[in-house]
């Protein structure tokens, strides 16, 4: 029998991301209005010097601004998380947790989506709607091996992307959480539902529109990815 949640947690790890965090969150106030249970959302803000706490207060009481000096997007999506389990105490069975990325923009139907799919973690997909840093050619070639990853896996896709996820709250805390790692921290978590044999559902349709920008804030993340494809045509 399908779990039904209580309530749903969204976390956000920023770092020196004044710029893009209000539309950021916007996306994800409207989200949070098309479900019928409370949402809190949390932003972690990492080591951040561009004045990003004064957006603090200005997209509601469920929308909560924490900050840390870490330096790793892995322990800031940790401490997201522990804040959140800290301050609702709910049971963890009945929570949904969801993360994405300050520059990033979910649709309407992100939460309803994952939280309809019964399983204990939602990966979904991103698409770019802004190129303008990468020319043509990388653009075909980045395209070309984002369809093909999907459909070499045979069904679903085979992304990871700590913009667009979400799992069930007990499953998250049995495997041990985010880990405290500069890049890849999605990669492993993921890794280890899959290794606890928890049920993972790949959603092609669920897309996050996120950024093409080829300075990124983790070391080995999605801008450095970006950033190989143009400069080698090398795409993973």
């Known amino acids: 029998m399908p779990v039904t949640f209580d309530r749903a947690v969204v976390v956000i790890p920023a770092h020196d991301?004044?710029?893009?965090?209000?539309?950021?969150?916007?996306?994800?106030?409207?989200?949070a209005a098309c479900l019928d249970i409370p949402v809190l959302t949390v932003v972690v803000l990492d080591a951040c010097t561009d004045g990003s706490a004064a957006l603090a207060g200005r997209f509601g009481a469920d929308v909560h601004f924490v900050e840390v000096d870490a330096k790793n997007v892995g322990a800031a999506?940790?401490?997201?998380?522990?804040?959140?389990?800290r301050v609702l105490d709910d049971d963890d069975s009945r929570v949904w947790y969801a993360t994405t990325d300050a520059d990033s923009r979910v649709d309407p139907d992100?939460?309803?989506?994952?939280?309809?799919?019964?399983?204990?973690?939602?990966?979904?997909?991103?698409?770019?709607?802004?190129?303008?840093?990468?020319?043509?050619?990388?653009?075909?070639?980045?395209?070309?091996a984002y369809r093909a990853k999907s459909e070499r896996r045979g069904g679903g896709h085979g992304h990871v992307h700590g913009a667009n996820m979400g799992f069930r709250?007990?499953?998250y805390w049995a495997i041990g959480g985010?880990?405290?790692?500069?890049?890849?921290?999605?990669?492993?978590?993921?890794?280890?539902?899959?290794r606890d044999g928890r049920r993972i559902h790949r959603d092609p349709e669920l897309s996050v529109e996120t950024s093409a920008r080829r300075e990124g804030r983790a070391p080995k993340g999605f801008?450095?990815?970006?950033?190989?494809?143009?400069?080698?045509?090398?795409?993973?």
């Open 178 to 194: 985010f880990a405290a790692l500069a890049s890849r921290e999605d990669v492993d978590l993921v890794r280890r539902f899959e």
């Open 77 to 85: 999506r940790a401490a997201g998380f522990t804040y959140a389990r």
């Open 17 to 31: 991301e004044a710029d893009k965090l209000p539309q950021c969150l916007k996306a994800i106030v409207t989200a």
């Open 223 to 236: 801008a450095n990815y970006l950033r190989g494809v143009a400069r080698r045509g090398d795409v993973a």
């Open 169 to 171: 709250a007990d499953s």
């Open 110 to 144: 992100w939460l309803v989506r994952q939280m309809a799919a019964d399983v204990d973690m939602v990966l979904g997909v991103v698409r770019i709607t802004n190129w303008q840093n990468l020319s043509a050619a990388s653009v075909r070639r980045y395209l070309a």
